[in-house]
Each structure stands twice: as structure tokens, then as C-alpha cells.
T-cell receptor
Framework: DGGITQSPKYLFRKEGQNVTLSCEQN?????MYWYRQDPGQGLRLIYY???????QKGDIAEGYSVSREKKESFPLTVTSAQKNPTAFYLC?????????????FGPGTRLTVT | AQSVTQLGSHVSVSEGALVLLRCNYS??????LFWYVQYPNQGLQLLLK??????LVKGINGFEAEFKKSETSFHLTKPSAHMSDAAEYFC??????????FGTGTRLTVIP
């Protein structure tokens, strides 16, 4: 089945540790995205990548890093510099149809940092 | 810059009643608009999208939305609510960089 997988579903880390969230897609989509979701704030864009080996900062990139070495994979690292990392993280990929970029989402990773 | 505003962070309806979730947009160019649904601890699922082909857009699960340029609105409706419709709903607009700007969401509760 085609889709987007994120692992793990739940992740716990101690403050001061870096942590990497996995995102893989087999939809052959060129573009991939990372969002952060907090209660009452909707989704906010962290980073996006439109092609391999290229990515751009979104609205809240500070304290995060990404890589895009393969079309299928777009891992997100939450660094110790991120002041409030506890959140629900969503990965998405998109393709263009009828002039519109339609985004598809993975199931998410809930990160808790204590 | 494009943006969306969702009116009402919580909406409650009785089972079988009309569902109306409000979304207003701000855009300097003809917008592409989307509605997504999110069930607890899951990702987002696309319900429907407006791409200027037709002002009344039909989506999955019996939902539809009407684009009204004069009111800068894209409200989501369903004639008869079902218990399985209880979820959080997000309106979004495609930005100039081909990204999505999301509203803050509306949580729908369906009362039996």
C-alpha cells in the first residue's frame, strides 16, 4: 500500500538530548513537509523540501534540522536548542494535480521531553 | 499573504442535525482552499478542495463546501451529522510557495 509512515508513534526523551523523527513515503512525491501541532494552534510549518538535497525553513525552524538525501525520506531532528519540543509532529508529502499541490499526511509522532 | 480564519474552536451538534463549520480566507490572488479532518492521535485526511473549477465542492463522507468570493468564505457543511463525524476539522489555503497555511481548527462534537 502506498502511503507515509512515521516512526515511532510515541517518543520520550530527556531534556538536552537530540532526537530524530523518521518520515518515509512510497508515493513518489517530490515535495515533503514537517509540521508541528500544539493544542489550539493548528499546524505550523517547520521545514519543507521540494526536491532531493534541497530544503527551506518554514515558520518555526529554530531548534530543528532536516535532511533530504533520498526522495522517499525526510527525517527531522529536534535539537536541544528547541525551547519547547513537546508536541505532535506531522510529516506530509505532496504532488501537483490540476495546478494544486495536494498534501497527504502521515499518522504523526507524539514527542514528550521531560 | 494568504491566510484563513476558522470561527469557533468548538462546535456541538445533535446526531442528525446540520453541521456547519466556518472558514474565511484572505488572499490577494484566487485561492486554492482545503478542508482536512483529524481524528484523535492521527494524521490529517483530505475532505475536499477548491481549485476554481466549481464553487460547490463535494467531498468524502457526505461533506461539501461552497466557495463564496463576495464573502471570502469557504464553509464546510453536512446535512446530517453522524457520531463518526466527531473530530477536529482544519481549513487551509495554499500559499504562494505552494505550502499550506492552516487555520487553528474546529473541534466537532456530535451529541447522541
Amino acid at each position: 500500500d502506498g502511503g507515509i509512515t512515521q516512526s515511532p508513534k510515541y517518543l520520550f526523551r530527556k531534556e538536552g538530548q537530540n532526537v530524530t523523527l523518521s518520515c518515509e513515503q512510497n508515493l513518489n512525491h517530490d515535495a515533503m513537509y514537517w509540521y508541528r501541532q500544539d493544542p489550539g494552534q493548528g499546524l505550523r510549518l517547520i521545514y519543507y523540501s521540494q526536491i532531493v538535497n534541497d530544503f527551506q525553513k518554514g515558520d518555526i525552524a529554530e531548534g530543528y534540522s532536516v535532511s533530504r538525501e533520498k526522495k522517499e525520506s525526510f527525517p527531522l531532528t529536534v535539537t536541544s536548542a528547541q525551547k519547547n519540543p513537546t508536541a505532535f509532529y506531522l510529516c506530509a508529502s505532496s504532488f501537483k494535480t490540476s495546478g494544486v499541490y495536494e498534501q497527504y499526511f502521515g499518522p504523526g509522532t507524539r514527542l514528550t521531553v521531560t | 499573504a494568504q491566510s484563513v480564519t476558522q470561527l469557533g474552536s468548538h462546535v456541538s451538534v445533535s446526531e442528525g442535525a446540520l453541521v456547519l463549520l466556518r472558514c474565511n480566507y484572505s488572499s490577494s490572488v484566487p485561492p486554492y482552499l482545503f478542508w482536512y479532518v483529524q481524528y484523535p492521535n492521527q494524521g490529517l485526511q483530505l475532505l475536499l478542495k477548491y481549485t476554481s473549477a466549481a464553487t460547490l465542492v463535494k467531498g468524502i463522507n457526505g461533506f461539501e463546501a461552497e466557495f463564496k468570493k463576495s464573502e471570502t468564505s469557504f464553509h464546510l457543511t453536512k446535512p446530517s451529522a453522524h457520531m463518526s463525524d466527531a473530530a477536529e476539522y482544519f481549513c487551509a489555503v495554499q500559499t504562494g510557495a505552494n505550502n499550506l497555511f492552516f487555520g487553528t481548527g474546529t473541534r466537532l462534537t456530535v451529541i447522541p
